[in-house]
């Protein structure tokens, strides 16, 4: 079944926020971009995850390296979901699908 991504790529969490609240009874999964990651860490993922707690929310760390503690990390702060590069070792690639199966999270593949 298809989903529909909004890519969050603001660069503040109260943007985000205000358009997360205009948009998520259309779309399935809200990304919190790469620049929010960047500019607020994890912590802003929290701040959204507190404020939609039903929301499925996508992190957007491009993983590469250190991929259990990443993950973990950004399940930790409220994420259902993270991105993981292609290029990555595939015991990276490995640990973060471990980690994500422990934690009881889909998997999505996309190419």
């Not at 991504?5 to 205000?18: F, K, P, S």
């Not at 760390?61 to 399940?75: G, T």
Request: charged share 25%; net charge negative.
């Amino acid at each position: 079944m298809m989903k529909l991504q909004l890519a969050i790529d603001l660069e503040d969490i109260d943007g985000a926020i205000n358009l997360i609240e205009k948009t998520q009874e259309s779309v399935d999964i809200v990304e919190y971009g790469t620049p929010l990651v960047i500019n607020f860490g994890l912590e802003g993922l929290a701040k959204i995850r507190n404020r939609f707690p039903n929301l499925t929310l996508l992190a957007d760390v491009k993983i590469m390296d250190v991929a259990s503690y990443e993950v973990s990390q950004a399940f930790k702060y409220g994420a259902d979901i993270t991105t993981i590069l292609g290029v990555a070792e595939d015991q990276s690639i490995r640990d973060a699908i471990k980690v994500a199966h422990q934690a009881k999270k889909k998997n999505y593949w996309s190419i």
